[in-house]
């Protein structure tokens, strides 16, 4: 039984610790409910196409996620398709980094793509530009946590700048409307990517599946290492007794099987199942009352597929005054012609229509940008009503390490910088592999 560590969840938490447990030559082996790997960023198939069941946008300051993907055979210099950023609502505002780095320390080196931008006034511009400089004076830690829509009126922000750029950017990274979503969290986002060095801030557009970006790669490299990966098995329970950890599998039928002893547990699943596989572990149950009282934001997206010549005006497109909020052409990044996607991300007049509705608007949005678009040949709607916690000021979030000897946990909700996004994730994923290390290296010693 040495050194025999369980992983459950194969999502970009789970694979990551996975990866690392492998790389470090223990025993490992991973169990996830569904066939398909990624958790809440997989692939879905629609109408014969391999799509992703909500879109995420990378940027340059992913550096884990970068660094596992290499190490797994995943090279993110292939199937992340690098850009400097690029913010744009097509005929509204523009504002491009340049696209190499600037002799200026960060943040004024994307001073130039702010006092460049089109659709901003000189005020907002240099109101933009304070603001980043007011977060570095104070090393981006804020006296107290606070709404982030109270932040940007404290320093004097415009309506207009936060609509076309604060906003956008926190929403996208916290899933939280601003006038919930923690300032604190909002400015560590900012902190790795638009004041750290140009490259920090790249756009990273993948160019293959989310399954395929790193959860299908790391798999393998879990097996060449000796491992395994357990699709379509579903844990419902976890026991412990002096042989170490046993976990209970629920079968389609009915039936119910065991696997174990392992010694350590590595627990990488959304928190909302948190607290049921935590039900039989008495030193857990603190953790599963906190994590129980989380709201949670749903993510909605919304495929559509036009004929092949429709295209948008750039490769993400945000959309001002609408129903969505981000439009993706698949066409340009995936090669998948006339099928853009839009993500609609926290709560939202959006929740009040039906699917069919949806549809219809979002076209409209495209409709505004795109001259002449004819109607979609079809749509697809995917909701995710708990993709993530609520990223509110303050919100309590549970370390890695647990109260229970050899469990620890991972994944976009355990405590960290980070909010709920695909870096946040597989951080966790790695502390929860270094600390599962630390504490082997810790016997052997």
């Known amino acids: 039984m040495a050194n025999r560590v369980a992983i459950i969840g194969a999502g970009y938490a789970g694979m990551a610790a996975a990866a690392e447990l492998a790389a470090a030559g223990r025993q490992v082996t991973v169990f996830e ?70 002799p200026a320390p960060a943040p004024l080196h994307l001073a130039w793509a702010l006092l460049a931008a089109r659709g901003l006034s000189w005020a907002e511009k240099f109101a933009a530009i304070r603001f980043m400089q007011s977060l570095k004076a104070a090393a981006f830690r804020l006296p107290r946590d606070m709404p982030a829509a109270e932040h940007f009126r404290r320093l004097s922000q415009p309506e207009r700048l936060v609509r076309y750029l604060w906003e956008p950017l926190c929403v996208a990274a916290l899933n939280t409307p601003i006038e919930r979503a923690s300032a604190q969290v909002f400015a560590n986002v900012l902190r790795d990517s638009l004041a750290a060095g140009r490259a920090a801030s790249d756009f990273l557009l993948p160019t293959v599946d989310f399954s395929r970006l790193f959860p299908e790669p790391a798999a393998a490299f879990v097996a060449r290492h000796g491992g395994e990966v357990r699709r379509a098995t579903r844990i419902v329970a976890i026991r412990r007794d002096v042989a170490g950890f046993h976990l209970d599998e629920h079968g389609g039928s009915g039936s119910n099987s065991a696997h174990g002893p392992f010694d350590r547990i590595v627990l990488a699943v959304a928190p909302h199942h948190l607290p049921k596989l935590a039900a039989g572990l008495p030193e857990l149950a603190e953790i599963a009352t906190r994590v129980a009282g989380y709201q949670w934001e749903p993510i909605v997206s919304v495929y559509l597929a036009y004929p092949e010549p429709v295209r948008l005006p750039c490769p ?50 495209i409709a505004r940008i795109v001259p002449d678009l004819p109607p979609p040949r079809w749509s697809r709607v995917i909701v995710d009503k708990r993709a993530t916690y609520a990223c509110t000021p303050g919100l309590p979030r549970p370390p890695t390490r647990t109260a229970l000897a050899g469990l620890v946990l991972a994944g976009d909700y355990v405590a960290g910088d980070y909010p709920a996004t695909i870096e946040g994730t597989v951080r966790s994923g790695v502390a929860a592999a270094r600390s599962i290390l630390g504490d082997y290296a810790a016997e052997q010693s």
């Open 33 to 102: 409910a569904s066939r398909t790997l990624g958790g809440r960023a997989r692939a879905v198939e629609l109408e014969g196409l391999n799509v992703d069941n909500g879109a995420h946008l990378f940027v340059g300051a992913y550096t884990e996620t970068q660094r596992l993907m290499r190490r797994v055979g995943a090279d993110p210099d292939k199937l992340l398709r690098r850009t400097p950023l690029h913010l744009e609502y097509p005929g509204e505002m523009r504002m491009v980094a340049p696209p190499h780095a600037i």
């Open 316 to 365: 993400l497109a945000g959309v001002a005054n609408g129903t969505a909020q981000w439009l993706f052409d698949r066409g340009r990044i995936y090669g998948q012609h006339g099928l853009i996607a839009a993500v609609i991300s926290a709560h939202g007049r959006h929740e009040g229509m039906d699917q069919t509705a949806l549809a219809n608007a979002v076209h409209a949005d």
